[in-house]
């Protein structure tokens, strides 16, 4: 496979034109990229955004990406699960992934007509590379009978081995609706043992848990969240559920990225911090210039592997074609519709 790190970046010039073309881009985001940044970022946008136009392609952009990205060449933005709804919503017959492959994945699995490409092939996930179709296949030959509740952060063979799959703001009830279709008081639940391990703390139902951890969400501390309440008096903390329950414990709120940016937009907290991936605080200040963001924050890598040099050379080049067998793609099809019927999420934690 082609190391894309190693690939020359083409050199675009920021020519008045594409100054022009940007401004109204460049105005949106000029609070969160420094001015200075902007002619380096501009020739990508200008060309992506042309090509793109011209390939009928759509770019969806989830909520890690860097605010250039996010803002101004996505289509659609979102968390991964909102982002493949509209992979299979809309009439564009080829989609960009700017996320990790898991993803892209997820997206072909709800739009298999599609031409999906993720600009890196490389951008991959902890959680996601943590678990095999063959591992959950040993589990359940080690716990007979118990439905499989997987996480949308995994691979479409892992999702074709499981019974329905679930996303940070509707795993409790995900759990429990399939507990009580199979008349179980136990579930097993992959592969984030964080998640799990904040699921089993609001329900009756028992949980066999795996050993997947998020690389970016397992560094937080509850010393960290304490350290941000003393340096900062009054901020609202707001958590994704891939953190260790001894921190989601300490915050004031617990959901998924799309969980947090409604809470942001539904109580406009004076000042706010984002226990997740640094561009999450970016991406939402943008939205809503008139709450303060304090930013500790962790890199994703893997998302990070997503860049605009990367997106205008998948349009140019219709790389990297994301693939998944027919079979494959079907199973894991209907482990994610089951969880669909399950109805509205519920957050993990609520705030009041
Ligand atoms: S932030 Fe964590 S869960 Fe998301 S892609 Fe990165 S490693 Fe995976």
């Known amino acids: ?7 020359p970046v083409e050199d675009l010039p920021f020519t008045p034109e594409v100054a022009r073309e940007t401004a109204p881009l460049y105005a949106k985001v000029a609070h969160v990229i420094p001015e200075i940044e902007w002619p380096v970022h501009a020739p990508y946008v200008a060309a992506i955004n042309r090509l793109k136009r011209e390939r009928g392609a759509v770019i969806l952009g989830h909520n890690y990406m860097t605010p250039e990205i996010f803002n101004c060449v996505s289509d659609y933005v979102g968390d991964s699960l909102q982002l493949a709804r509209e992979a299979a919503r809309t ?16 997206s072909k699995v709800l739009s298999p007509d599609k031409t999906v490409l993720i600009p890196d092939p490389l951008a991959g996930c902890s959680l996601a590379a943590s678990i095999t179709g063959a591992d959950v296949r040993l589990l359940r030959q ?55 391990q904040n699921v089993a703390k609001q329900t009756k139902i028992k ?3 795996w050993k997947g951890r998020c690389e970016v969400h397992e560094r937080f501390t509850a010393e960290d969240i304490r350290g941000y309440r003393e340096a900062n008096p009054g901020v609202v903390v707001l958590a994704h559920p891939e953190c260790p329950p001894e921190v989601v414990a300490e ?36 939205e809503f210039p008139d709450v303060e963001f304090v930013r500790p924050c962790n890199l994703c890598p893997h998302m990070k ?33 089951r969880m669909l019927a399950v109805g509205k999420p519920q957050m993990l934690q609520a705030a009041e």
């Open 305 to 337: 592997r997503i860049t605009l040099p990367k997106i205008l050379h998948s349009l140019q080049t219709m790389t990297y074609e994301v693939t998944v067998d027919s079979a494959v793609a079907a199973r894991a099809r209907a482990a994610v519709e």
């Open 91 to 106: 009439d564009a017959k080829i989609i960009v992934q700017a996320g990790v492959h898991f993803m892209a994945e997820t």
């Open 142 to 196: 080690k716990y007979p009978g118990l439905p499989v509740v997987t996480y949308v952060n995994t691979s479409a063979e892992v999702k074709a081995e499981s019974d329905v799959c679930c996303t940070s703001s509707n795993a409790v009830a995900v759990v429990e609706d399939i507990a009580r279709e199979r008349g179980a008081d136990t579930v097993i639940m992959i592969p984030d043992e964080y998640l799990a």
């Open 251 to 286: 915050c004031d709120f617990a959901g998924s990225t799309s969980a947090m940016i409604g809470y942001v937009g539904k109580h406009r907290p004076g000042r706010v911090v984002l226990v997740t991936e640094c561009s999450m605080s970016d991406n939402v200040a943008v």
């Open 1 to 7: 496979m082609e190391n894309v790190a190693n690939r």
């Open 207 to 209: 949980i066999v848990a």
